[in-house]
């Protein structure tokens, strides 16, 4: 069996990440058991979520625990298998963590999911046909139920949630403005994404100023936004709502290494009868087949074309993660192994 490299949770970080909370350790692959298949991972899935279940904090995952690999999406190819259902050469997707080899029972259900490569690259299973691609899928069709001709905003536009979230809408008639970090990333967001208007958040560092752009950007006013961030950004935002204005709230990355993230004004809920809903795409299993058909059509068909930073080797994962959460990556970040 081959022996494994991993990312083990070293140490909880106090206040920001660093990369002496992570271990690099080798171990060899245990033989396989009945209904047992090997996974090499040819990707690793970076994102956000991850820097909340390093702390040891109430949320709504267990913490990632101690000594153990650091847990997150994967995408490979079986090299070994026990189960009837799976082959060597299978393309598929699994929660097999920071490492380069998974060892999965095959027989628990949603463990590993066959993929089909043909029209769709490996990678962007676990980007905008994956995880992030279904977070915006249910965040817009379940949440903000857009109608055509409404006016949407998503932060971080750039990224693997943010540029799912611009095609679907586009795609049901709405005008999109995304919020992104620099130069290079609103231009991407406007000219090949799609996307009718993006802000530069860092030519923006308050929420005056930002509430200032977001009114040009948003004429007609903002009746749906996919919250990302927190901070003065969602205060500006709020700034610029309409009455009956649904908010998907999907992540705080601002508050992640635990400071709290204070409202401004919170009375303008209340004023505009804004709907907010907080949800985790994990709990709502059922749209998965139908976000994920409708996702990889977008992708296929080339009117979603996502970007990706890609890390090389499990020893460059740490430094990427961290890179992630100060907005260093364009698009997906993912770590290649193969």
């Known amino acids: ?6 990312q083990l ?14 271990k690099l350790v080798s171990s060899e692959t245990p033989p396989l058991q009945e209904n047992q298949v090997l996974v090499r991972h040819h990707f690793l899935s970076l994102d956000p979520y991850m820097r909340g279940r390093m702390n040891d904090a109430k949320s709504y995952a267990q913490p990632q ?22 082959a060597v050469g299978d393309k598929v997707v699994g929660f097999g963590g920071w490492q380069e080899y998974s060892v999965v029972d095959a027989s628990q259900p949603g463990t590993l999911r066959k993929v089909d490569t043909t029209h769709v690259p490996l990678s962007h299973y676990l980007g905008a046909v994956g995880m992030p691609g279904v977070t915006a899928w249910y965040g817009l069709v379940k949440i903000i139920q857009p109608k055509a001709g409404e006016t949407l905003v998503v932060t971080a536009a750039s990224g693997a949630v943010g540029s799912a979230f611009g095609a679907l809408a586009k795609a049901r008639g709405c005008r999109v403005v995304g919020i992104a970090g620099g130069a290079d990333k609103c231009r991407y967001v406007k000219e090949e994404l799609g996307f009718d208007d993006c802000i530069d958040y860092r030519q923006h560092p308050d929420a005056k100023s930002m509430s200032a752009a977001l009114k ?3 004429p007609q006013g903002i009746d749906g936004y996919f919250e990302n961030v927190g901070g003065y950004i969602f205060d500006a935002v709020l700034m610029r709502c309409n009455a009956f204005a649904r908010i998907a709230l999907c992540g705080m990355i601002a508050g992640y290494d635990g400071q709290p993230l204070p409202l401004a004004n919170p009375a303008l809920l209340l004023i505009n ?3 907010l809903e907080g949800f985790i795409v994990s709990e709502h299993m059922d749209v998965w087949p139908e976000a994920l058909a409708e996702l990889g059509q977008l992708v296929g068909s080339g009117k979603l074309r996502p970007r990706e930073s890609v890390a090389q080797g499990i020893e460059a994962a740490p430094e990427a993660f961290l890179g992630l959460l100060k907005g260093k990556n364009f698009g997906k970040q993912l770590v290649k192994l193969v």
């Open 1 to 6: 069996m081959p022996t494994n490299r991993q």
């Open 9 to 22: 949770l070293d140490n909880r970080p106090e206040g920001e990440a660093t990369a002496s909370n992570f």
């Open 65 to 86: 625990p101690l000594g153990q690999v650091m847990q997150g999406g994967t995408a490979g190819e079986v090299v070994e298998s026990r189960h009837p259902k799976f």
């Open 216 to 218: 040009e950007a948003c």
């Open 273 to 275: 009868r804004i709907k």
